[in-house]
């Protein structure tokens, strides 16, 4: 397991890593031992994996989400289970039955891991108070998580339609044989078209009020103005396919994006993007 696809948290003073393994979030069981008793995680897990109501939990889990479980192996670690000569290491396990629900990792990142479901049983075994907190701290990286795919998902978008949005200027706006120079002004032209309808500013005039801020004057954009931004941008696309002289376009995209902004910070119901950006 390399290190670029683990993560960590840390859980009441203890480092946990969780690795994506099958685009799916494999907790750290030996980092979770580790809480209970640093030199003894191996035993623990062991311990745990020979209780009986472990092994019956782990088996249901495969049964559900693994179709190449050994259900045969599986009725034959059950009997014995519980039984003082029992004993049962994750590889063993794995080996036997086929699981996926928990992995043996070697290596400088190794470890044993389990999948976030097994992980959180494990950790009531070790300490209910620790359970609670790991999924709290789960939670809380997995909200984030969310949050950054939301923010990117818009940016992208806004990239897409700008894309559709310089199409319609190349096709429409822009003459034949025209020199590099010309073509950039006509698509700056367009761009701080759209700066002023949405934001009353050019992105030059944004720059020289905001010397020590980060990016440009769309990267500052809070979700709601994105989306709008979106819009704009294949409305002016579509009054280009029009033939509509720049100074009607701009009068118009102004009174839309007045009307949309009002629209969408008024709906609660809009997502809100994390707004990371408030350094100026």
Known sequence: ??????????VLSSEVR???????????????????????????????????????FLGLWEQINNSGFNPVEFDGIKMQAGLNSFTLTPK????RTGAIGIQSKTGRYGG???????????????????????????QRIKETERETLGWDIRRNLAKINYRIHTDAIQTHLIPAQLSKDQISFVYASEADLLNMALFGQTAAQWRRENLDAKGNIRDQATGAQLVCLSNLENLNALFIGQALPQSERLTRLNQIAIGQMKLLTADERTPQLPEEKEEK
């Open 1 to 10: 397991m390399s290190k670029a696809a683990t993560k960590k948290i840390e």
């Open 18 to 56: 969780i690795a994506a393994i099958n685009s799916q979030d494999y907790i750290c069981l030996t980092d979770i031992a580790r809480y209970k008793g640093k030199a003894t995680t191996d035993d623990l897990i062991r311990n745990w994996l020979r209780n009986r109501n472990t092994v019956e």
């Open 92 to 95: 063993q396990w794995i080996e």
């Open 112 to 138: 044993t891991y389990a999948h976030a479901d097994i992980a959180f049983e494990f950790a009531a075994w070790i300490s209910v108070e620790f359970k609670l907190y790991l999924i709290k701290e789960f």
